[in-house]
């Protein structure tokens, strides 16, 4: 019964189905089913689905529109059921899409989940410049970096905010997380950062270091 809904969830999501995402959400709070999961098996396996069938040309930018209304009406819908931060802030954490990437979809995702598990998030929002990241982090002495992209060229984007880091002193004393699509493993070890699957991944390491 709880994957069906689930699974019933994520193909609104693909569809772009806003009522019936809306419906399939309020029916997992009633079922009292796990908030947490329905977010990242339902929400944000759904719009993967969706990045997918984008690069594989079968949906365009309408398609992708309406998939990311369906998705955020059932995130407003779970966002009270997420569970409220302590009023001292875990850490302080700077977030965005780095420059040339505007898909902020799993960003605000990942913010979302963030903030209910107790940080201050700093949300600098899509297509940011590594001048403004640096400016934020100084600005808000923040703790953490999140680093997001879905897009292979702009990789390079993430390299050069490693860089600055570096040069600024400011390295060593982050945790810098990197994630979405272009994203992996093996390409957060060369730059000596940490490479996150999804928000829960994120929230897991840096609970480890600052709960």
């Not at 193909?11 to 772009?16: C, D, L, R, T």
């Not at 998030?121 to 297509?127: K, T």
Request: hydrophobic share 45%; aromatic share 6%; with cysteine.
């Amino acid at each position: 019964m709880n994957d069906d809904l689930i699974e019933s969830l994520r193909s609104a999501v693909i569809e772009g189905d806003l009522e019936t995402s809306v419906e399939i959400a309020n029916r997992i709070i009633d079922a009292q089913i796990d908030v947490n999961k329905a977010i990242i098996d339902g929400l944000n396996s759904g719009m993967k689905q969706v990045s997918e069938l984008y690069q594989q040309r079968e949906y365009y930018l309408p398609e992708i529109i309406i998939a990311a209304d369906a998705l955020y009406a059932a995130l407003e819908i779970f966002k009270p059921y997420l569970g409220g931060s302590d009023s001292n802030e875990k850490a302080v954490i700077v977030i965005g899409v780095v420059r040339g990437d505007i898909h902020d979809i799993g960003k605000n995702i990942t913010k979302l989940f963030f903030e209910a598990s107790g940080y201050k998030v700093i949300d600098c929002g899509r297509n940011v410049s590594n001048e403004d990241f640096l400016e934020n982090i100084k600005k808000k002495q923040a703790e953490v970096l999140a680093l997001s992209t879905l897009m292979n060229p702009t990789l390079e984007s993430i390299e050069e905010m490693v860089e600055i880091l570096q040069k600024n002193n400011l390295f060593e004393s982050l945790t810098i997380l990197i994630g979405g699509a272009a994203t992996n493993e093996s390409f957060a070890k060369k730059l000596g950062v940490t490479f996150c699957e999804d928000a829960l991944e994120a929230i897991k390491i840096l609970d480890q270091i600052y709960g």
